[in-house]
């Protein structure tokens, strides 16, 4: 479908959809339609019957959206502020466990080529990849330690909440990883570099990497400039 804001859902129109209603967003930039689905369409309609007109008149079923996304409030608030994740793949590496598991992506190098493995269900989401160099992948840290919100990094001499690392005991065990993108190898299958988690990992999701938003080159680094450049082997 798409992604939920609030108790909004944000999905992909078809033109003339039924009932729902068109907002603009220029803040969107809509690159591809995908066709809304027959559980999509049964939400739509189930929130367009439970929906309340405004102005005494019917709601209009005949709106033009063939332009972009429309929002329509999410039918299960309480589903949308409970959700559950749905692992869409696996990634598969060298490393066996999470002491064999190098301190960055970036390490060793060369990086070896790692594998994507997404499930036949999902596969038809990678269209349009092709020609994408570096994708970022999220996915769940399963073997990650017990959360800590303070601790004292391996490289400083003062403790640091968890949210200013990239150390992987977290609340919610997700890691991101920034990977080049070598192509695919079958339908369902991406070679990619610069992965650092145990084999078998379970994957969230696969987004394209956009330089233009991306990157910033005025960040800052906060505490971990100073060990920026002699700790560039160590995960902070």
Known sequence: MAV???GSVLMACEPHCLGCERRQMPNLNI????RVSAAERAMIEAVDSSRAPTDGAPPNNKIDCDQGYCIVPFPNREKAMNPTLTFIGTL???????A???RNGRQP???????VRVLPEFAEGLRGLEGISHLILVYWLDQALKPKLTFTPPFDSEPRGVFSTRAPFRPNPI??????????DGPDTLKVRFLDCVDGTRLLDIKPYLPTTDSEPAATMGWL???????????A
Do not use: I, M, Y
């Open 4 to 6: 939920s804001s609030g």
């Open 31 to 34: 690159l591809t339609l995908t």
């Open 92 to 98: 598969h590496t060298p490393w066996r466990t999470v």
């Open 100 to 102: 064999e598991c190098p």
């Open 109 to 115: 190098d060369p990086a070896p080529v790692c594998t």
């Open 175 to 184: 890691g991101l990883s920034v990977v080049a993108f070598d192509g695919f």
């Open 225 to 235: 400039d100073p060990h920026a450049t002699r700790n560039s082997n160590t995960r």
